[in-house]
């Protein structure tokens, strides 16, 4: 059974408009600029939002933390940009912090590179860690491993500059264990990674060339899901390429209960339409126990695979078959552990829709998020939505804007001996500028005043270091700076 979810909302002036909207049962949280959502958690009854941040399609790109309560209302929000495009991909949050994994330009190499940040619960930088060498270097997905550090996966042009799905092993401070480059000859994705009780790894991802919905490379002849099995040292057990002729791949994995994995993606060689969300199981040797697809005529992505308290499967995805304006949905599915569907759902509005990444609730429903081009605050916001048990869209909180009014200009970057800060704010409270170095240690702390050019002296040792600004215990801009001396 599928429901398409709009809700109707007719505004009188002189005549009455008709508008297609989200009504009460989604959030909208964003800023004047461009907001995107990649991914959320929950921890403590808190939601933790991973997501990536631009003012115009010139500037670069920032990444964010939002931090909202059991109610969706706002708690905290931390934006992080440097020079160049730094992008959030994926969240962790345990006892020890927040940890955040993605790619910048500025780590130290002369393109991307992966990165791991970690922060406190304050959300102010405790320290960043950086994994590549001279060409790209994308991380995708993070999990916490059973010895407590970090399995990161991604992408690489480090060895074969097609690319290859990038596996980093790190302890919990970061620091780098061992890693691998794992392709054939076309450019190969690692999208997701779990661990098994053997302390085995099983990545998913794509052999040939597939990023994202909306940058996508036909440059192949086709694409393949993509599975891999490592020893806890990373080396490989087994590969397997699933699929036909046509592109498919894999963008999330989860242990089966009772043995297996259930894998989610997209499909062009199976299923109704040009492509398909897929849900697949395989057994532990990879051996295809099952394939199943969902959606209509028109496209179909699969993002993410979650298992539900009530031991049924949520699967997460984007749809474009069933809205009446031909332009994507929210598209969510519930099926039993065998892959039968219970209901599925679109849930939309007038504009563009993507979904990226979900969490499941305690009540055996979820919560997940995306972004859409017709918000209410900028080209692009991020979504919200908590969904029960049986696929109805529950009213959360109001909508969330961003306030980014305060201009903050650090400049130059690269510095030399100064470094100049202008905050334009219309308040003059005090403002502190500390400057931290790769391993979060503060190297030097300046008062500084809003509405004026502060210059300070940075006699510093050359090298990448981190600065914030703070206004009554509140971030106000953190970012990157190159100093040359």
Not at 277 to 285: A, E, G, Y
Not at 394 to 400: A, G, L, R, V
Request: net charge negative; proline share 2%.
């Amino acid at each position: 059974m599928r429901n398409r979810i709009k809700h109707i909302l007719s505004v009188f002036f002189v005549l009455p408009l008709v508008f297609n909207l989200y009504g009460q049962d989604a959030i909208f949280v964003g800023s004047t600029e461009e907001d995107i959502a990649n991914s959320i958690v929950q921890y403590e009854n808190s939601f933790y939002i991973l997501g990536t941040s631009r003012k115009n399609s010139k500037s670069a790109t920032d990444y964010f933390v939002i931090v909202l309560d059991e109610n969706g209302r706002l708690v905290k929000e931390y934006l992080f940009g440097g020079v160049h495009g730094d992008i959030g991909k994926d969240i962790i949050v345990d006892e020890s912090g927040i940890y955040l994994l993605g790619k910048t330009w500025d780590g130290g190499y002369p393109n991307n590179d992966m990165f791991l940040h970690k922060l406190d619960f304050d959300l102010n930088l405790k320290w960043s860690k950086f994994y590549g060498g001279q060409n790209n270097d994308l991380g995708h997905k993070f999990i916490t491993t059973k010895n407590n550090g970090f399995a990161m996966i991604g992408f690489s042009t480090g060895v074969d500059l097609t690319g290859d799905v990038y596996f980093v092993i790190a302890d919990k401070q970061g620091e780098l264990l061992w890693e691998n480059h794992m392709g054939d000859k076309y450019v190969d994705h690692g999208f997701d990674v779990i661990e098994n009780e053997l302390g085995e790894f099983i990545i998913a991802g794509t052999m040939g060339g597939f990023y994202n919905p909306t940058s996508t490379d036909y440059h192949n002849p086709d694409a393949d899901i993509y599975i891999i099995k490592t020893d806890a040292e990373g080396q490989v057990i087994w590969k397997k390429t699933y699929g036909g002729e046509k592109h498919d791949w894999a963008k999330s994995i989860i242990h089966a209960p009772g043995g297996g994995y259930y894998i989610c993606g997209s499909t062009q060689s199976e299923g109704a339409g040009n492509f398909d969300m897929f849900l697949m199981k395989i057994d532990d040797d990879g051996n295809q126990l099952w394939f199943k697809t969902f959606g209509g005529n028109n496209f179909e992505y699969g993002e993410s695979v979650q298992l539900s308290t009530d031991n049924t499967l949520f699967l997460l995805g984007t749809s474009a078959s069933y809205s009446d304006n031909k332009k994507p949905d929210h598209f969510l599915v519930k099926t039993d552990l065998d892959g039968e569907v219970i209901w599925e759902n679109t849930y939309g509005g007038e504009g563009s829709d993507y979904s990226s990444s979900m969490v499941c609730t305690d009540d055996s429903g979820c919560v997940f998020t995306g972004w859409t081009d017709k918000g209410a605050y900028g080209r692009k916001d991020i979504v919200l939505y908590k969904i029960t048990k049986e696929g109805d869209a529950k009213t959360f909180s109001e909508n969330i804007p961003l306030d980014r009014e305060t201009l903050v200009y650090v400049y130059p970057n690269p510095a030399r001996q100064t470094i100049n800060v202008e905050v334009t704010s219309d308040n003059n409270n005090p403002l502190s500028f500390s400057l931290f170095d790769p391993l979060g240690r503060v190297v030097m702390q300046k008062q500084i005043e809003a509405n004026e050019k502060n210059t300070i002296q940075v006699r510093k040792e050359s090298g990448l270091y981190f600065y914030k600004i703070v206004e009554n215990s509140g971030i106000v801009h953190a970012g990157k700076i190159v100093i040359q001396n």
